[in-house]
């Protein structure tokens, strides 16, 4: 993932140096006209608009899966994170990040044991010294984070045990010389429990994986997780699990899954993301409970790696989505990679065909689409300047190509930079972007299939200004995305490669809007807003939508996009709570705009007010953004168009005429409007309809009628042409 904080340094770093121009800001409207006008040529077909579009993104360590489409309820669940320590302290608890004793004195021994285990390469060990009093580990709950929320990866999020609800436990134990039980439990403590299964054990026993169904009898609003010994001996625990049945679908959220398919995923990128630097796929194939559990080095985060390829896959099968891989160009080889293509698309008779065979998986996921590394222009692990990356490009493309022509391959591309002077304190930001693509463009050539882009604007370049002045720039963000993608085609591509937007979305500090998002009753943080659904807003859905209609204008310039993030703690679009769901403003514009079919791009032409946004640092702004902004495409069927505005403007209603030519509007036409009360509106999870979508009908009057966009509004017109 383009990480927002480094976006965020190169912003201020290029306002502060003066690259850029002073603000051009109008604020409002910059012209006279009081009607505008929209002209669709519906037998103007401009190009075949690529459902891939529609597509979204994923990274491991962001919680798009843990803490979010995972079901699992536990954090830590194979012990890999270390004790949470403060500086200097020299004691030790003996339990791992998220963890604590049942109970801690002196006849209980807890060891984070690097020497026995179930998954690699850490289990929990559990000695009772004898007494009165159980041995053991609990949890509270938790909320997975990413690290810059929490720097333990977890916000507290105790758990709310009800009566009639079933929890799926599973866990790995190992007996040294346990004569007596192994308990797994829920409640408030080991002395009042409200549900609990005893495991019995007569001596030494080698790793096993037990199973039990937890329904508790009373209700426990300060709920734990606890596994325990009350009898004196030794045992070791690991890659523990608990999910809520009916919650559980094959271990993702079966709500969430419910609330993305509303909105059509065409593909989804994973597993990063700057996470996919220090990622290892083999780490994420064969049993879940005994695949290892790593930091990745990229985000100082820890992952389970429960969510493996297969995983993905069926995800994505269940989403209806293609699989797009980013594989890692960094720390893993041609032949690593290379491998990883054959175990995802080789018949079973191959080598690595035949590994996912035997993980349940005899037919080829044949996977088309390859991202081969992530910016590679910043410094994370393996950043290297441009002729550098186009030159190990070529090796990674010949050895997946070998292994499947007929892959497609994404190279790693950027707009380009400020070059910033070598005493610069930021200079080690960019010394591997400022001459990316003159240096690798002329060498990818034809190995490259398409030439990714990654775009979050206005970033921190707007700050300083008003709040209207921030939400005008974040308005014009398809704007500021076509001028930079012109001025690059122009400049360095001759021929015009399709790009790969396949990390973008509208960013913008919204702390420094007059009417942010206010937090809700009882939050003591910003942090803990994810607690009560997303904080994507109207504004966000409203700055974004003008993308799609900029990349279904121009369909052969754009192959597949992917939004950021799909799910993600705060920021996904599909808000994910201990046992609620929510769809953000930005996933209910995409419900009116994704389809899964090959539509046809209409030329169009549209008159009317426009607006400025300030150029500011490597933000280009706009000068004169139409306030309407629209696209229109043709489906398949050649007889139903479908018309998308977009009411940038933050205050009036706007008088249109629309005009359809070529083709003859007839009947009704289906009006779809997404709006509130102000932009500045979001859905929480006890109030998830405070913006939605709202169906009406309006009359044709022959070729042309005339329609009212509200202020801020996004709004898709079908019709029926002849």
Request: one cysteine or more.
């Amino acid at each position: 993932m383009q990480r927002f904080f480094v976006y965020s340094v190169i912003a201020a770093l290029a306002a502060g140096i003066g690259f850029g121009s002073g603000l051009v800001l109008v604020g409002g409207q910059a012209t006279a006209e009081k009607t505008a006008v929209i002209t669709v040529y519906a037998n103007e077909p401009q190009g075949t608009i690529d459902p891939l579009i529609f597509g979204h993104f994923t990274e491991e360590t962001l919680t798009s899966y843990e803490g979010g489409i995972s079901s699992e309820l536990l954090f830590n669940r194979k012990f890999e994170m270390p004790e949470e320590r403060k500086p200097a302290d020299s004691t030790f608890i003996g339990t791992g990040s998220g963890w604590e004793p049942v109970v801690l004195n002196g006849s209980v021994t807890l060891v984070q044991d690097l020497t026995v285990f179930y998954s690699p390469s850490c289990s929990q060990r559990i000695t009772h010294g004898g007494g009165n009093v159980p041995a053991g580990i609990q949890q509270g709950g938790y909320q997975y984070v990413s690290t810059h929320m929490s720097p333990h990866q977890h916000l507290s999020n105790p758990f709310h045990f009800r009566p009639g609800e079933r929890y799926r436990v599973r866990l790995a134990i190992k007996n040294k010389d346990l004569h007596g039980a192994v308990y797994v439990a829920l409640g408030e403590s080991y002395q009042k429990t409200v549900a609990k299964q005893t495991f019995p054990f007569t001596g030494g026993e080698d790793w096993k994986v037990y199973q039990c169904e937890l329904v508790p009898s009373a209700e426990a609003t300060n709920g734990k997780f606890m596994v325990y010994i009350d009898s004196p001996g030794t045992v070791w625990i690991d890659s523990v699990s608990m999910v809520r049945a009916d919650l559980d679908e094959d271990g993702f959220r079966k709500d969430a899954l419910e609330v993305t398919r509303r909105f059509l995923p065409t593909c989804i990128r994973w597993p990063g993301g700057c996470f996919v630097s220090d990622y290892h796929w083999q780490d994420g194939i064969g049993p879940v409970d005994q695949r290892p559990a790593r930091l990745n080095r990229s985000w100082t985060a820890y992952t389970t790696n429960d969510v493996g390829m297969d995983e993905f896959v069926a995800l994505c099968r269940k989403l209806g989505a293609e699989p797009y891989i980013c594989v890692n160009a960094d720390t893993a080889s041609p032949e690593e990679v290379a491998a990883l293509v054959e175990y995802c698309n080789g018949d079973r008779n191959t080598r690595w065909g035949s590994v996912r065979a035997r993980n349940g998986n005899p037919r080829p996921y044949r996977i088309k689409t390859w991202n081969v590394g992530n910016e590679d222009y910043l410094t994370s692990l393996g950043g290297r300047r441009g002729k550098v990356y186009a030159q190990d490009f070529q090796a990674y493309a010949r050895a997946m190509r070998a292994v499947d022509p007929s892959i497609e391959l994404v190279a790693v591309g950027t707009f380009d930079f400020p070059r910033v002077p070598s005493d610069n304190p930021f200079h080690k930001f960019l010394r591997y972007a400022v001459d990316w693509n003159p240096e690798a463009l002329p060498l990818l050539g034809r190995d490259m299939t398409y030439y990714s882009i990654h775009h979050y604007e206005p970033s921190n370049a707007v700050r300083g200004l008003s709040p209207k002045e921030i939400t005008y720039a974040a308005l014009a963000s398809a704007d500021d995305l076509a001028g930079k993608l012109d001025e690059q085609m122009d400049r360095y591509m001759g021929k015009r490669v399709p790009i790969a937007l396949d990390e973008w979305a509208v960013w913008y500090p919204k702390e420094a809007l007059g009417d942010k998002v206010p937090l809700p009753e009882g939050v003591k943080s910003a942090a803990e807003f994810g607690f009560h659904g997303t904080f994507l807003t109207l504004r966000d859905a409203l700055a974004e939508a003008p993308v799609y209609n900029l990349m279904q204008r121009r369909p052969k310039d754009f192959a597949l996009a992917s939004r950021t993030l799909l799910y993600a703690y705060g920021l996904g679009l599909v808000g994910i709570g201990r046992d609620q769901v929510v769809a953000s403003p930005s996933a209910l514009m995409l419900a009116l705009y994704a389809t899964r079919e090959r539509c046809q791009s209409l030329r169009m032409e549209a008159q009317g007010p426009t607006f400025g946004a300030p150029a500011k640092g490597m933000f280009r702004g706009a000068k004169a953004a139409p306030c309407l902004d629209v696209s229109a495409r043709l489906r398949p069927d050649g007889k139903t168009a479908e018309l998308f505005v977009v009411n940038r403007n933050q205050d009036e209603d706007l008088e249109t005429m629309i005009e359809w030519r070529g083709k003859a509007a007839k009947g009704s036409i289906a009006v779809d409007t997404l709006n509130a009360a102000s932009l500045g509106e979001w859905n929480s999870f006890k109030e998830p309809d405070r913006v939605k979508i709202v169906p009406s009908q309006a009359k044709v009057e022959g070729d042309r009628f005339h329609y009212r966009f509200p202020a801020h509004s996004i709004t898709k017109l079908t019709v029926r042409v002849q």
